[in-house]
């Protein structure tokens, strides 16, 4: 390995040792995925300003440009910068962000690129933080590079840097809709009001240490190592939300559990039809799951779910639809998640299709309400909706039929304007009353498909109310469940951030 490469955990010796000798020190800090003469000039204009340049660039894990990217891992990105005659040191940082890149080398000149000088360009908002961070260590920010290429769009066009089908479904969606519609479209979600109902669900993740077998009685064995919980279900949808509008309400019903209370407290302002049962059940699944393992999907031995499979009594009923009249009418957006809980009693369900201006629906099959929480059983009505293979098949009834063509014959009967099939890891066939698109998943290296179905339908769902073309409404969708695969269950809600980072990558053609 080159003596320019440094491990970041021993990096700051070095740059202590050139302070001392009065070196002037300069930093570039980025993902540098595919080295090009824009970087080049970007770091001879650089070094000029001062006597080393370090360069520090993003490690693989924490890149946040969406499905394929990093197309270099980090030890060919480091190499081809070491190789650089003007660059004279390189470190691969384990951080999203430069702030800790800036806090290791404290430079005196932090150069960005000039694109930086409006900071409004940079979709994540991390700018603001690393000027703030170089001025309070003593340095300053400078902005160069007067040529300047894309490293995105040399991938995008010249490296299979997704699946074919993925690429030709971005570039197709680019020629009407680039990177400047998607950042505008997606920052109009803010204005929307929605109303979320349903079940919340709260994700119990333990992570265990398999053992073997017991030698008495051959029953499996295995070593406690850590447990966390996930906001899920409703909850879950609108942590999502909550990243792309403030408007955002929350109904719903649950226990009255001292550890609820305190889980809820962050979302209280959402919670204007929450209802709390005394003698309820708040819904947890717990799974039990084997260590993540680095590239490899995350492996659930079994799980127990705390449920009350009876629908709400007549008296809990009658509470919880007293607010979501108001609410209803409040809502630019009703957006239905039924778990099959008992929530979404018919009265509810009728009170919702009468009222809401725009009605979502996402009725859900699972283990415990198989063949019960059928869509068309249950709903006559569904300006937009979106299904998996399991809940299609229930719905048709039969084994073996043309997905596309029952899709349609489901849009038609709720008199859907968008409707959405996702079928696992295969594709996701998206329906309008004029259109249909097939789009293939974007993310294939997945930790956990828990949540990425509520994932897309959330924020298609904001795609649909405000009328985007259903390659643009597909393409949002896809964006935050490739996301939602990235973590396990419910962790962390989908980043606006993020989105528009990994959105406008994928169509930088």
């Not at 003593?138 to 993925?166: A, C, H, I, M, W």
């Not at 204007?272 to 049962?277: F, K, N, R, V």
């Not at 084997?290 to 779910?305: C, Q, V, W, Y």
């Not at 957006?335 to 009728?350: I, S």
């Amino acid at each position: 390995m080159s003596t320019k490469i440094l491990p970041f955990a021993r990096a700051a010796s070095v740059f202590r040792d050139l302070r001392r000798k009065d070196k002037k020190i300069v930093q570039c800090h980025g993902t540098f995925d595919l080295v090009h003469p824009g970087h080049v000039i970007h770091f001879e204009e650089a070094k000029k300003l001062g006597n080393v340049l370090v360069v520090t660039l993003t490690a693989a894990s924490h890149v946040n440009k969406g499905p394929g990217r990093p197309f270099f891992n980090d030890a060919l990105r480091a190499k081809a910068l070491a190789a650089l005659e003007v660059v004279d040191y390189v470190i691969v940082v384990p951080h999203a962000a430069a702030v800790e890149a800036i806090e290791l080398v404290r430079p005196h000149i932090y150069c960005k690129g000039l694109e930086y000088q409006e900071a409004e360009n940079d979709v994540t908002g991390n700018i603001h933080d690393d000027v703030a961070t170089v001025e309070k260590l003593g340095g300053k920010v400078r902005y160069v590079g007067s040529v300047v290429f894309s490293s995105t769009r040399l991938l995008n066009n010249f490296f299979e840097t997704q699946t074919p089908d993925v690429k030709d479904f971005c570039r197709s969606l680019s020629r009407n809709f680039g990177p400047a519609d998607l950042r505008r479209e997606v920052e109009a979600f803010s204005r929307l009001r929605v109303l979320v109902v349903g079940e919340v669900i709260f994700d119990r993740y333990s992570t265990v240490d398999v053992q073997g077998l017991t030698s008495k009685n051959r029953i499996l064995s295995a070593r406690h190592l850590g447990e966390e919980t996930h906001p899920g279900g409703a909850l879950a949808v609108v942590r999502h939300l909550l990243e792309f509008t403030p408007h955002v309400r929350l109904a719903t019903v649950t226990g009255q559990e001292p550890w609820v209370a305190r889980v809820l407290r962050p979302y209280r302002r959402t919670l204007a039809g929450h209802l709390g049962i005394r003698d309820g059940v708040t819904i947890v699944k717990h799974r039990f799951v084997e260590p993540k393992a680095e590239g490899k999907e995350l492996s659930k031995l079994f799980s127990i779910n705390f449920i009350n499979n009876e629908p709400l009594d007549p008296a809990t009923e009658k509470k919880f639809l007293r607010p979501l009249r108001q609410l209803a009418d409040w809502a630019d957006v009703v957006l239905v998640m039924d778990f099959g809980h008992g929530l979404m009693t018919r009265k509810t369900r009728e009170l919702l299709q009468s009222k809401a201006k725009f009605l979502a629906v996402n009725c859900q099959t699972n283990s415990n309400n198989y063949g019960f929480n059928v869509i068309n059983r249950r709903y006559r009505r569904a300006d937009s909706f979106s299904l998996d293979q399991t809940e299609i098949t229930l719905a048709v009834g039969r084994r073996r039929f043309d997905f596309e063509k029952e899709l349609g014959n489901l849009r038609r009967q709720f008199r859907s304007r968008y409707a959405w099939l996702t079928r696992g890891g295969r594709q996701t066939i998206g329906m309008t009353p004029r259109a249909v698109c097939h789009c293939a998943p974007f993310e294939v290296n997945v930790v956990d498909t828990v949540g990425a179905g509520d994932a897309f339908c959330a924020v298609a769902t904001l795609a649909a109310v405000r009328g985007l073309p259903l390659k643009g409404a597909t393409f949002l969708g896809q964006l935050a469940g490739a996301q939602a695969v990235k973590v396990a269950g419910n962790a962390e809600p989908v980043k606006k951030a993020n989105l528009i980072k990994s959105g406008s990558a994928l169509l930088n053609f």
